[in-house]
């Protein structure tokens, strides 16, 4: 049993934080006339207390399960805490999810009370009432005549409820995976759970993270990454959290916001880092000569660095572009962003030194929500570009070479700690599967421990393959290179038991405009994006992108062009945006077995 650091539930930690930091902003809200509505710590507390004695005369109590279906904004986390405080356990869904999803989380956890964002989604579950036993009623978070969350508040205001404070062991959260295959496994995580694994990360930035320091919000709170990384790491230090309004509107809302600290996904600095690339591109001239200047400038100053040695025209030109090019790039994210953590894939290291280079650091972690759920994490006093970090307090990190074979420089990676959850709810033989004899659990991934403890990730055991040479395939990260190229959305590498590798392909209509266009391409967009030189095109781009960093096996030969996107909607794709590979192969097998037939006579790469 673990000795978990005070405070060790969340309602402790919420309360802690309201006494210390009352009168500082807590939340904001981006309003119409792109100005920023605060809510201070002690004000979103009185909500909280109010919607406890709402929630309380509503009849839930410990242990009970209450859920909400919305996006991130203050009233998602006055749920949330108003749940903890009753002892009760809160369960968050995407509202970008399909219905049949929350219809069988809803079931599988046998929520009595549920919050949605809007009436619309109101009138999507309302049905729900009568087929699912448990549910007994229904709020809305917006304001509305009826079932609206406020009157529930307003109830509870006459009817104060003091806290209940859990024991780090209860259970505080029910989180669903979105899951590549299968049905959506609910991971139960504890109050020490979630407390520890924030601490942990906040004490390897204490000095990036004080008091009113600013973030945009723009992780799902749906997911463990978001919940801890973000809501219940401010409240150790006071911080202040602004909501992004929308994906379409990131780019605004960072400069409105100017966030010194971010905490985002790798995906999102890579659609930066080719969005910036292009535009200098397209605008040409002094500024693009002094951007690429600026770039081989500052390569140049990182290489002398590391041995030690310095060049003053170097460092002069370095200087110019940073002064010039570098200060606008760094307005668009609000002018004093320097530090950003990302996890759910390693930042590919030419865009973390750009990153570097333009003066924000980006750190990568690793994690699940199974391990509630950073495990390592790079900081500023312990850093290695291209790993994931060392573990954050009170984790092991430990390399099992079952699988790969004693003498094998990587395996799996299995983790104990005071992060691992409680099992999965309802599924006793599947939290036996990932549990080890002693408490700790199989995270799935390959990697492997350098002499320092940084940690590499080499792979996902249940995704890699072989080609029929007998070479093994880690096809995330050629996917992940892949998807570097401006003009595509998204990609999925096969080859299991083939000669070859391919590659289905998804690209952006805009993307695939502009490609149309640099090529002199006069035909209608849809002809050309059935047009069978397109997929030897892109094959080629890819070849000549990928040669340099992965084996020649690894490089796809040939590609399909999908007509539709990875996406949430058809299925594609989990809501952190992982394939779901067994229904692409699923929906595209046809396509992929036409890659394998006719034989090479088209000039593809060899």
């Not at 009826?146 to 509870?156: A, I, Q």
């Not at 080719?274 to 690429?292: P, V």
């Not at 290179?481 to 080859?495: D, R, S, T």
Request: with cysteine; hydrophobic share 40%.
């Amino acid at each position: 049993m673990y000795q978990y650091s005070k405070p060790d539930n969340l309602v402790e930690l919420l309360e802690n934080a309201a006494a210390k930091f009352g009168n500082y902003n807590l939340f904001g809200q981006i309003n119409p006339d792109l100005k920023i509505d605060w809510t201070t710590y002690a004000a979103f507390k009185l909500r909280v207390d109010n919607l406890r004695g709402g929630l309380a005369d509503q009849g839930i109590g410990r242990d009970d399960f209450v859920g909400i279906i919305s996006d991130n904004r203050q009233e998602w986390a006055i749920c949330a805490f108003a749940t903890y405080g009753l002892g009760a356990r809160f369960v968050s869904m995407y509202e970008k999810e399909l219905p049949q999803t929350w219809e069988y989380i809803l079931r599988d956890s046998g929520i009595k009370t549920l919050f949605v964002a809007n009436q619309t989604l109101f009138e999507e579950v309302k049905s729900f009432l009568d087929t699912i036993a448990s549910l007994t009623a229904i709020f809305i978070l917006d304001d509305s005549e009826n079932h609206s969350m406020r009157s529930l508040e307003d109830r509870g205001a006459q009817k104060p409820t003091a806290p209940v404070f859990p024991k780090a062991q209860d259970i505080a959260a029910l989180i669903y995976t979105s899951g590549t295959t299968g049905e959506p496994k609910g991971v139960l995580l504890s109050h020490g759970n979630l407390t520890s694994n924030a601490a942990g990360g906040y004490a390897l930035f204490s000095d990036q993270l004080k008091e009113k320091t600013t973030a945009l919000s723009i992780l799902p709170w749906a997911h463990s990454y978001g919940q801890v990384a973000e809501l219940y790491n401010w409240l150790h230090f006071g911080g202040n959290l602004v909501f992004m309004r929308s994906v379409e509107t990131m780019g605004e809302d960072l400069r409105i916001a100017a966030p010194s600290f971010l905490l985002a996904v790798p995906r999102v600095f890579n659609k930066i880092y080719s969005g910036i690339h292009k535009k200098m591109h397209d605008s040409g001239g002094i500024a693009e000569k002094l951007f690429l200047m600026g770039l081989k400038a500052a390569r140049r100053r990182r290489e002398l660095k590391a041995t030690g040695k310095s060049d003053l025209l170097n460092e002069l030109k370095y200087q110019l572009a940073r002064k010039v090019v570098f200060a606008k790039i760094l307005e668009k994210f609000g002018g004093r962003l320097k530090t950003a953590l990302t996890a759910s894939a390693t930042m590919n290291v030419e865009i973390a030194n750009f990153f570097i280079d333009l003066g924000i650091t980006i750190y990568d972690a690793y994690g699940m929500t199974e391990t509630s759920p950073a495990i390592t994490m790079n900081a500023p006093n312990a850093w290695e570009l291209g790993s994931v970090g060392r573990p954050i307090k009170d984790v092991v990190v430990t390399i099992d070479r079952t699988l790969t074979g004693a003498g094998s420089r990587d395996g799996e990676i299995i983790v104990h700690g005071p992060n691992i959850m409680q099992g999965y709810y309802n599924k006793p033989e599947a939290t036996k599967a990932i549990m080890t004899a002693d408490g700790g659990i199989h995270t799935g991934d390959r990697g492997c421990l350098d002499d320092e403890g940084f940690l590499f990730i080499t792979g996902r055991i249940k995704e890699q393959y072989k080609l029929e040479n007998g070479k093994y395939v880690f096809p995330a990260g050629i996917e992940e290179e892949i998807k570097l190229l401006p003009y595509i959305e998204n990609a999925m590498v096969y080859g299991d038991g083939r000669p070859y590798n391919t590659c289905l392909i998804s690209m952006e209509l805009e993307s695939l405009k502009a490609l149309s266009q640099m090529l002199d391409i006069r035909t209608p967009l849809a002809e050309f994006a059935n047009d069978p030189a397109l997929p030897l095109i892109i094959s080629k781009e890819i070849a000549a992108h990928l040669e340099s960093k992965f084996a020649h096996y690894e490089i796809p030969k040939r590609c399909h062009i999908m007509t539709e996107p990875f996406s949430l909607e058809n299925g594609l794709l989990t809501q952190t945006m992982k394939l779901k590979r067994e229904k692409v192969l699923e929906r595209y097998q046809r396509e992929i077995d036409q890659l394998y037939e006719e034989p090479n006579t088209k000039g593809e790469p060899e």
